[in-house]
């Protein structure tokens, strides 16, 4: 299935009416929050923690491609995908410049992406840089919004949870001449915005506060999206990917706007702040007003993730430790130490292509489907990571009650550290899926070793099913 080839909207809008309702996110009522027993995930009011997983790819929102206009994407087609993957979650791109050239990154072909729909309206008079009419940036293009909100609603109806993209700053930095490209360059826009006000060609300036027009430009914008978007449950708020390190002021203003506005409409959502390219620090992030973030530290959460404290829900995000990039060890690391992992998905390689020699895309997505089935087998709002518990540091444990335990590569078992008692257990193979049945074993208290079946990376799962004193097990 090419997801980049287009079918009719109606048509695949129709189709839906077939969705197992079934298999649908437990999404009621309310938007998602803070658990509050156990803040490293989110929940619904009164349920259970969501644990959030998934693939998401730059033209899920805004189509993007060689010929102008670019092909759609067969969004639907691509929700059914994320389903079968065993994922419930996908961040939704938003893109600002005209059109951008994927081959200034190192190693990608020739391809100079068109985007479109844009958000504002392109009335002229006057044409932009691209031959087509200027951008009126008082008026919000309708069809913009009307396609975001039938999105997050296709989402919504299959389980999916979103993050919404509002702005994104990593092409205003990186892509060769983006200003001439932005609809805030002059020659691009009806109102006399020039959003370079140093003059060097980057405009770094219209994610700050420095140009009070842009911002309020900015303001109704988002105000739009809230007033869309409020009737769902399924998404939460990104301020915008990679801005710049300068941006902090701008963003908190932001966070700060969307929560007042929303305190006027039904619901509230929550709102993250993701790493700052470049030379952001997590600092900021923690400190932000922002419920939840995404770090970047291309060392430390590569290899050994941190473990969550719970201060912010964190989604561990591909795209700010690799880029296009990842790997399976790297999703089950991340579960483990608390984290929400989620993956930059090139799909089928049509806007920027992997090297399958670096990076196995399938490994990675089921092991983040696989994730997902085991946050929902364990009492997830109990679980909190406890690497002192286990010889490979990887556990999630509720002390004495229940233990999760991944053990990387071709290790040969694991030891925990048990209180006294009878136990059930059974160990997981990440490669294939199977798992062996539960065995029991008695305890007198201390470090339990438990060899491993399997070859590949493994989870081991026990369960204290009797404590001293008692005469029957527990269910």
Known sequence: MSLTVGVAAAALVSGCESIDRSSVAQQGPGPLRPHPDNPRY???????????TGSHTWNNVVDMGETDPPAP????AYIQWLKAQGHNFT????????????????GQPPRNHTIAPHRYVRSGPGLAVDGRPKFDLTRLNDRYFENLSERVRIADENGIYVSVMLFEGWGNQTIPDA??????????????????????????????????????????????????????????YEIGNEVHHSSTAWQYEMIRFIREYENRLPKQHPVGMTYQYRFGINQTLFASPADWISPNDVVIYRIDPPPADGSKVILADTDHFWGVGGNATWVWKSFFRGLNP?????????????????????????????????????????????GELASS?????????????????????????????????????????????????????????????YAASSVLHIVRVRVPGQTSFSE
């Open 42 to 52: 989110f929940a619904h009011a009164g349920g259970d923690p969501v644990y959030l």
């Open 73 to 76: 994407l067969d969004y639907p």
């Open 91 to 106: 961040r939704l791109w938003t893109w600002e410049l005209l059109r951008w050239d994927s081959s200034s990154l190192e």
């Open 179 to 236: 200003y001439s490209q932005s609809p805030y360059h002059p020659a691009n826009n009806v109102n006399g915005i020039d959003g370079d006000l140093n003059g060097d060609g980057i405009a770094l300036e219209v994610h700050q506060l420095a140009i009070p027009a842009v911002t309020e430009i900015q303001k109704r914008y988002v105000a739009r999206v809230l007033e869309a978007l409020n009737h769902f449950d399924n998404l939460i």
């Open 342 to 386: 989620i993956f930059m998905d090139p799909m089928d390689g049509a806007i920027i292509a992997a090297d399958p020699a670096r990076l196995d895309a399938g490994a990675v997505r089921r092991s983040m489907g696989q994730t997902l089935t085991w946050s929902q087998r364990i009492p997830l709002a109990a679980m909190a990571p406890h």
């Open 393 to 453: 540091t990887y556990c999630l444990a509720d002390p004495g009650i229940e233990y999760l335990v991944f053990v990387p590569g071709e290790r040969a078992g694991a030891t925990v550290e048990l209180p006294e008692g009878d136990y059930r257990y059974l160990w997981f193979d990440t490669e294939t899926s199977s798992e062996t049945d539960f065995e029991m074993f008695s305890h007198p208290g201390g470090p339990a070793w438990r060899p491993k079946p």
